[in-house]
């Protein structure tokens, strides 16, 4: 039982991690009409994010993402870990657990997809989106790491849209590929390199609420990812020392956030 309780509570000791791998606070517009258009922007556990997007037609829309993590612009990693803190000391019950944030985390993605598959009479919202995005990590605790990354990605959004609630969930299917690197410090030798591939699936449940177009949006959602590959000669490198799963693959599972959302309305 005090195994299950310990496993049960390293998911939430791991929500505000910034890690090699954060998910996309993507965008979930709900978008109705040929000109409309919808930007958010706001803050996560361990990021700042900005998103939009823009309705070509009554049935055609793309979006822009963007994450950038604290640590890119402050000496935190995520909103509890300032890059100088002490790792876990441990206790008697267990192994220490490591859940500071490790790295800075960048961004962006494009994508595309069909709107107003329920008619907009309904209250109903179901939108299909396709794309791709690029992020890179990096550190320099120690040595000098790095992870870049891109990801193929599809995403289904679906809800109900009124003049002051608009709530629903949102689901990506994404596949990632990863170049990790270690250097000295000073990037004269390269001590270790290799590449790895993850599936992800990532459910996302939204709301937005207020008057007019000015909307408060609460986001929260997981991050469930499969690598490819065993990970043992990955193990003794920063990233790759994860309590539970995939080997000892750390990623950000948990993601919660807080955004204002402004919408323009289309023809």
Not at 130 to 140: E, H, K
Not at 149 to 158: A, D, H, K, M, P
Not at 179 to 188: G, I
Request: net charge positive; glycine share 10%.
């Amino acid at each position: 039982m005090k195994r299950c309780i310990i496993l049960f509570t390293i998911p939430v000791l791991l929500q505000s991690c910034s890690s090699m791998y954060i998910p996309a606070v993507r965008s979930i517009p709900f978008l109705e009409k040929k000109g409309e258009f919808q930007g958010e922007a706001g803050i996560s556990t361990n990021s700042v994010y900005v998103n939009s997007s823009y309705a070509f037609s009554n049935d055609i829309a793309a979006s822009i993402n963007g994450n950038l993590s604290y640590r890119n612009i402050t000496n935190y990693y995520d909103v509890f870990t300032h890059k100088d803190e002490p790792g876990s000391s441990g206790g008697d019950l267990f192994e220490p657990i490591d859940t500071r944030g490790k790295f800075s985390h960048r961004y962006g993605e494009v994508s595309a997809g069909k709107i107003n598959m329920v008619s907009p009479s309904r209250p109903l919202r179901l939108e299909l989106f396709g794309g791709m995005g690029m992020g890179v990590a990096t550190d320099d605790k120690y040595r000098h790491y790095k992870a870049d990354y891109y990801s193929l990605f599809g995403q289904g959004n679906f809800g109900i849209k009124r003049q002051v609630v608009e709530a629903g969930v949102s689901l990506r299917l994404a596949y990632s590929f990863f170049n990790y690197a270690v250097n000295q410090n000073d990037n004269s030798e390269v001590l270790f390199q290799n590449s790895f591939q993850a599936l992800h699936i990532e459910p996302m449940w939204f709301g937005r609420l207020g008057k007019g177009n000015l909307k408060l949006v609460l986001r929260y959602g997981l991050n469930f990812a499969i690598v490819n590959k065993t990970m043992d000669e990955f193990k003794r490198y920063r990233g790759f020392d994860a309590p539970i799963g995939n080997s000892g693959w750390e990623h950000t599972f948990f993601h919660f956030s807080i955004g204002l959302s402004y919408r323009i309305t289309g023809k």
